[in-house]
């Protein structure tokens, strides 16, 4: 949202009320005095003058004087006009111009977000987002949370599958990630990730009160979703987490080496920051004192040779969450990215993911017509 400020220079004319007297009708001449007082104040004087005089000799009063008035006025303002040109020249580096439009804010990859679909968050940062509708009514809402250094756009397939059992699918580049602004893989503090998946979510919710609302989350997204649910345990239908970020590894820092990973120009190729593992690890805290609080549906889904996201993290979250419907499948032998697994393994996943959401949306459907 742009203003433009108005602040045009006023040039200082300050009037003395001179009068210039006629010896019939004391008609009143125009006065004004310019600033430091010269010479030029004089020849406005003698102007006044010679228009009084005018005005006491002619017969027609009314047509001499207009005449000579606008003559004395169109005098003045040559007067005014030049005197402008000389303080303009003399403060050109002074002076106020309207301020140029600033050109709209823009993506990292230089597009304007009006191009975009985004929402602002609190701090004023675009976000990028993604959206899919399905083509019929939508029976509920699902949330993607993204995972470190990439971006929404690599869940496309997953949500594609989704949009199949009529479920609207939507989520955001998260802040310093994919077309986002922010610096890369920099937060100020790991809960920004939750308050604006929350913002999101709500804006969602209001144009669709009435669906269930689930949500999905990878890697640190996992993170993402538990502290995004146990802010509101009961408005969450289901969680669904894939290789989550719940227990410190010596390997969290340690960049995936995929190469759908690395010749994506969305995803980010850099080391991982020290500030930003910081975030990290204080998500972990916060992590472990949420899961007590969280008793809605929960489906986790983890390789057992994931290097990224120890699976002793998802084993924890089964012991210790409150939930009383609660799965974990595990992939032998499968690593972190498993929905970009091989195919044996990819397959298996999404058909896990999309037979355990049916039934919730089901479920959910089921629970509000009673």
């Not at 220079?9 to 310019?34: E, L, W």
């Not at 040779?305 to 993290?313: E, P, Q, V």
Request: proline share 5%; aromatic share 6%.
């Amino acid at each position: 949202m742009l203003s433009e400020n108005n602040n045009k220079t006023a040039i200082g004319v300050k009037s003395n009320n001179r009068t210039a007297t006629g010896a019939k009708n004391n008609r009143t001449a125009i006065g004004a005095v310019f600033h430091p007082a010269s010479s030029r104040e004089t020849s406005v004087c003698q102007v006044e003058t010679k228009a009084s005089e005018v005005c006491e000799r002619t017969q027609n009063r009314s047509y001499r004087t207009l005449s000579t008035d606008t003559k004395a006025r169109s005098f003045l303002k040559s007067r005014i006009k030049g005197r402008t040109s000389r303080m303009s020249s003399k403060h050109k580096g002074h002076s106020s111009r309207m301020p140029e439009e600033s050109s709209p804010k823009r993506s990292p990859q230089n597009i304007p977000y009006k191009d975009l679909p985004h929402i602002i968050n609190a701090d004023g940062q675009y976000l990028f987002c993604r959206y899919w509708k399905p083509a019929a009514s939508p029976r509920a809402l699902v949330f993607i949370a993204h995972g470190a250094g990439e971006h929404c756009g690599r869940y496309d397939d997953l949500a594609q599958k989704l949009t199949g059992l009529n479920l609207f699918v939507f989520a955001h580049d998260h802040v310093g990630h994919g077309q986002s602004e922010g610096d890369r893989m920099v937060v100020s503090d790991f809960h920004v990730f939750i308050r604006d998946s929350l913002q999101h979510i709500d804006l969602m919710k209001k144009e669709h009160p009435e669906l269930p609302v689930l949500i999905l989350g990878h890697s640190m997204g996992g993170a993402i979703s538990i502290l995004t649910a146990s802010e509101r345990p009961s408005e969450f239908s289901g969680m669904l987490l894939i290789s989550p970020l719940v227990v410190a590894s010596p390997e969290v820092a340690t960049p995936i080496k995929m190469e759908s990973y690395t010749s994506d120009p969305l995803v980010y190729h850099g080391g991982m920051k020290v500030s930003f593992v910081i975030q990290l690890m204080n998500a972990i805290a916060r992590i472990e004192r949420a899961l007590p609080k969280l008793t809605l549906p929960i489906l986790v889904l983890h390789g057992s040779s994931d290097k990224l996201c120890d699976i002793r993290g998802s084993y924890l979250l089964m012991d210790t969450v409150q939930s009383q419907d609660k799965t974990l499948k595990v992939y032998e032998e499968a690593y972190h990215a498993l929905h970009k697994e091989l195919p044996e393994v990819s397959t298996s996943v999404f058909t896990e993911i999309l037979t355990w959401i049916g039934q919730k949306v089901s479920a959910a459907g089921e629970t509000s017509h009673t």
